[in-house]
């Protein structure tokens, strides 16, 4: 389970993935299941990008900061690479 303010979000691995246009997703976020589907077949470190995105659009939608796919898909490859740079990642813990 994922807490994103008050809610709790599932995080699922899922193969075939796609939006209502039938275009291929990395991940989405069902707001009113509280769900977050993640492409099971994607790189780890593409995994990790495609996971803040989810993150970011869950707070979006939490805060109503209206923020643009465009903004989400900026925002969160650069928030990806300050938890990267500082060992801020699970991975990078030592133990």
């Excluded at 509280?34 to 593409?46: G, K, N, S, V, Y």
């Excluded at 903004?71 to 813990?93: C, F, I, T, Y």
């Amino acid at each position: 389970m994922l807490k994103v303010g008050p809610l709790d979000f599932s995080v699922e691995l899922k193969t075939n993935i796609y939006d209502l246009d039938k275009r291929a997703l990395y991940g989405t976020v069902l707001h009113s299941e509280q769900r977050i589907l993640l492409d099971a077949e994607q790189p780890p470190q593409l995994m990790q990008s495609s996971f803040l995105h989810e993150v970011l659009h869950a707070i979006d939608d939490m805060v109503q900061a209206e923020l643009t796919e465009r903004q989400v898909s900026v925002l969160a490859p650069a928030l990806l690479m300050v938890l990267r740079d500082n060992g801020l990642l699970k991975e990078d813990d030592p133990e």
